[in-house]
C-alpha cells in the first residue's frame, strides 16, 4: 500500500523559510522511473506544481520559484524534504506531496498539510 | 512556460447529464495530459492520463479526448458522486494545472 503523508509548520511569519518532509512507504525513491512532487494550493484556488525529484537525484523547479525552491530526498528515511524560502502571505495554501511513477502524472497523493503566512 | 485553459469554470448540471470540459493548452503538449478529480478538503485524485487512458478503478462514465492543444474531459452520465473541481495538468514541459472547473448541482 502506496501512502505520502505531508508534515511542517502550520504557522510562519513573513520572511521565514517553509520547510515541509513528505515521509512516504510502499516504494522506493531509488527505483528507475520513480519521482516525487510538491504541488501547493491556495485556499479556493487552483493547483500549482512546485517542483521534483527523481530517483536519480535529478530536480525540477517551477520557473516562477526557482530562486526560493530547495528540493531534497533521504532514500534511506524515505523522506523528500521542501523548504521554500522567504515565505509571504500569498504563499499560504495547502501543501501536497505526490507520487509520480513512470510518465508525468501524479498517481498518488498525501493529505496534504495547510501552512498559514501571517504576522 | 505553458499555460492551461479550462473552460468553463463552473459547470451547473444534474444527474444523469452528460458533462464536457475544455481544457487548452498554450502551446502543442501532444497528449501528455491528465485529469484529476478534487472533492473539497480533500487531495486531487487522478482519473486519466496521456488524454485517454483511465486509471484503474475509475468508472467508465469519464473519458478522454483531444490531442496538441485542446483537450476534453467527458462524463457521460453524471452520478451524485461526481460533484467535484475537476483540474487538467500537462506534463510534456514541466507540469502545468488548470484553473479548475467546479461542476455543481443544477
Known amino acids: 500500500q502506496i501512502t505520502l503523508k505531508e508534515s511542517g509548520p502550520p504557522l510562519l511569519k513573513p520572511t521565514q523559510t517553509l520547510t515541509l518532509t513528505c515521509t512516504f512507504s510502499?516504494?522506493?525513491?531509488?527505483?528507475?522511473?520513480?519521482?516525487v512532487g510538491w504541488i501547493r494550493q491556495p485556499p479556493g484556488k487552483a493547483l500549482e506544481w512546485l517542483a521534483l525529484?527523481?530517483?536519480?537525484?535529478?530536480?525540477r523547479y517551477s520557473p516562477s520559484l526557482k530562486s526560493r525552491l530547495t528540493i531534497t530526498k533521504d532514500t534511506s528515511k524515505n523522506e523528500v524534504v521542501l523548504t521554500l524560502t522567504n515565505m509571504d502571505p500569498v504563499d499560504t495554501a495547502t501543501y501536497y506531496c505526490?507520487?509520480?511513477?513512470?510518465?508525468?502524472?501524479?498517481?498518488?497523493w498525501g493529505q496534504g498539510t495547510l501552512v498559514t503566512v501571517s504576522s | 512556460d505553458i499555460q492551461m485553459t479550462q473552460s468553463p469554470s463552473t459547470l451547473s448540471a444534474s444527474v444523469g447529464d452528460r458533462v464536457t470540459i475544455t481544457c487548452r493548452a498554450s502551446?502543442?503538449?501532444?497528449?501528455?495530459l491528465a485529469w484529476y478529480q478534487q472533492k473539497p478538503g480533500k487531495a486531487p485524485k487522478l482519473l486519466i492520463s496521456?488524454?485517454?487512458t483511465l486509471e484503474s478503478g475509475v468508472p467508465s462514465r469519464f473519458s478522454g479526448s483531444g490531442s496538441g492543444t485542446e483537450f476534453t474531459l467527458t462524463i457521460s452520465s453524471l452520478q451524485p458522486d461526481d460533484f467535484a473541481t475537476y483540474y487538467c495538468?500537462?506534463?510534456?514541459?514541466?507540469?502545468?494545472f488548470g484553473q479548475g472547473t467546479k461542476v455543481e448541482i443544477k
Open positions: 505526490a507520487l509520480m511513477i513512470r510518465g508525468g502524472k501524479f498517481n498518488y
Open positions: 510502499g516504494f522506493s525513491l531509488s527505483s528507475s522511473g520513480v519521482a
Open positions: 525529484i527523481y530517483w536519480d537525484d535529478d530536480k
Open positions: 502551446q502543442s503538449i501532444g497528449s501528455w
Open positions: 496521456k488524454t485517454s
Open positions: 495538468q500537462q506534463y510534456n514541459s514541466l507540469w502545468t
